[in-house]
């Protein structure tokens, strides 16, 4: 355990020796550290993974105080990278972890030396048929399930395009079993969806800004069957950025390394090994 913005104890995970390049990852909104499992065992041992259950989830306090914003994010970042004694890293942020990683990389270019954003960029989580996806999906989620079947058939209908493997390992990860039987979540569903369904308009992050002043290579990875990050706002990113190019999974939905875990490392581990040269800024993998 760690202690974030607050004092908050949060939980890291890594992957990889220690002596390995360091590559932090940001999962999203009911996400988990072990959201990265799969990734890490397969960038090991060429680097050291390392994630952390965000606040309100998993083994990580939950915030009393519902301080669910990417402010928060952001200081619970610096406070893992002090007490990690990280000096310059590698940054990979997916859906709201993306949006922490955009301002986080901005605000600190002498540590973020490579940026990786899986499907996230400007307006996604606002005004996209994702957004509204999530937001539904935040609404109709149950407190608890009789079984885990129920567990199963709920994830089926929120998760129709990830695989069922990954449904049942995020389960594993998000739910725990109560004396009486029933399966409660891991994290905190009532605070974490009241900030999302409300939020204080002065904290919601236009991310513009800090897309256009990202300092270092950025690779954004946008899930080809996605519904949040849309093929022209990624293309605009690029456009107003040089050190930002995009790539198309062709065949995954939001959850992009939950879709095509084995292509994403395939193209991370590439992207991160490579020189300063970048490469043509626009493409399908």
């Known amino acids: ?16 020796p220690e002596t390995s390049k360091p590559v932090v990852m940001l999962h999203g909104i009911r996400g988990y550290a072990e959201t990265f499992a799969r990734l890490g065992q397969l960038l090991n041992p060429r680097f050291r993974t390392i994630a952390y259950d965000q606040r309100g989830r998993g ?6 105080e519902l301080q669910y914003y990417t402010d928060t994010y952001v200081r619970d970042l610096e406070a893992i990278v002090r007490q990690l ?27 973020v030396r490579r940026l990786i954003v899986e499907d996230a960029g400007p307006g996604a989580s606002e005004d996209s048929a994702g957004a509204t996806r999530i937001r539904q999906g935040l ?20 998760r129709p395009t990830v695989t069922e493997f990954a449904r049942q390992k995020r389960l594993r990860d998000m739910l725990k079993q109560s004396d009486n039987g029933t399966w409660t979540w891991r994290h ?18 236009d991310l513009w800004p800090h897309v256009e ?28 950025n040089p050190n930002l190019h995009w790539r198309e999974v062709t065949e995954a939905g939001h959850y992009v390394h939950d879709d095509q875990p084995e292509i994403v490392a395939r193209w991370i581990s590439s992207f ?6 970048m490469r043509s800024r626009s493409g399908k993998i």
């Open 188 to 205: 905190d569903h009532a605070g974490i969806a009241q900030i999302r369904l409300k939020p204080d308009p002065s904290r919601v992050v």
């Open 139 to 158: 609404i109709s989620t149950p407190a608890s399930f009789r079984s885990w079947q129920a567990a199963v058939e709920f994830m089926r209908q929120l």
């Open 59 to 64: 083994e990580s306090d939950w915030d009393p």
């Open 272 to 277: 991160l090994m490579e020189s300063n040269r």
């Open 85 to 111: 004694r990280l000096a310059r890293f590698d940054l990979l942020g997916h859906s709201m972890g993306g949006i922490t990683a955009f301002v986080y990389a901005a605000a600190n270019p002498h540590c």
């Open 213 to 240: 002043a990202i300092a270092c290579p950025t690779l954004i990875l946008r899930g080809g069957r996605s519904d949040y990050l849309r093929r022209d706002t990624a293309e605009e990113m690029s456009r107003r």
């Open 1 to 16: 355990m760690v202690r974030g913005s607050g004092g908050l104890a949060l939980r890291v995970v890594e992957w990889g």
